[in-house]
């Protein structure tokens, strides 16, 4: 198995690949861009990709997302979520850096220590951390924001440790391939999803919202995202606890269905994530769903329960 991932090496989206157990065995190509590395998926000139998709601090990767949510349809097999841990690279000692480097989520989360330590210091931005570092050892500019790891394998000296404003942030990764059955249920799961509302429609956000709470189906995220078409035209990607061969998942998704212009499933997967799922209110287990089944068959079949 090949797996196309957003490089170039020593990225924290390679170290990230490095947990998945799918890829243990698997070789890694780095891709320059996160277009590149879904295209690839999609050409079959790679089995799997893995990409960066949200950051506690900085929200969304947007450009994973819009390339979810448009393009021939990929699904979602797996996700890690990896702390971030951020240095400051450099042969200069703080005091002498003038440019600093790095990618712009890297810059977004150190900006409370650059403005605090490096107030004069003119930043850059680039493609990605590991990027930044090699510049950096190149001579291009004078310090880069990364990894440990990063500085490490390129050779700069670390100037300051842990120096992410927020100490707990952490990324979560996935890895995509094309369309194909979900792996099993494991209890701990997200179901993605991507809506597509009739325009101008009152209410119509509320009905997709009301078709997931009536069914006790937890909604982790929500993201509006423009399909392009004009101003004012949104797809909706969502998140949810459960998966497809969940009862009332599936009873969720088919009412999705009936309302909305369109639905793309984007997989059902295990969270890398210890905390268990909020379970459903009274009434909407996978057991009362079947219950509620079985009752509804023998009425129709012999007119009685």
Known sequence: MEFAYLGPRGTFTEAALRRLPAAKTATAAPMSSIP??????????????F?????????????????????????IAG???????????????????????????ALAQTRG?????????????ALSTAQAAQ??????FDAAVCAPFT????????????????????????HVVRPVAPPEPTGNDITSLVVYIEHDQVGALLNVLTELAIRGINLTRIES??????????AFFLDCTGHLADARMGEALMGLRRICADVRYLGSYPRDNADRPVPPPHGLSDADFSDAA???GSLRGSGTA
């Open 36 to 49: 590149e590395v879904l295209d690839a998926v999609r050409r079959g000139e790679a089995d799997a990709g």
């Open 113 to 125: 220590y650059l403005r605090r330590e490096l107030p004069d210091a003119v930043v850059h931005q």
């Open 51 to 75: 990409v960066p998709i949200e950051n506690s601090q900085e929200g969304t990767v947007t450009v994973t997302v819009d390339e979810l949510v448009g393009g021939d349809p990929l699904v």
């Open 135 to 140: 510049r950096v050892a190149d001579g291009e």
């Open 151 to 174: 500085a490490e394998a390129v050779g700069l000296p670390v100037q300051a440790f842990n120096i992410g404003d927020n100490p707990n942030a952490v990324t979560r990764f996935v």
């Open 225 to 234: 995202r423009p399909t392009g078409e004009a101003l004012g035209r949104y």
């Open 294 to 296: 079985a009752w509804l």
């Open 79 to 105: 996700e890690i979520v990896l702390p971030v841990t951020m240095v400051l690279a450099s042969h200069k000692a703080p005091d002498a850096i003038a440019t600093v480097a790095s990618h712009p989520h």
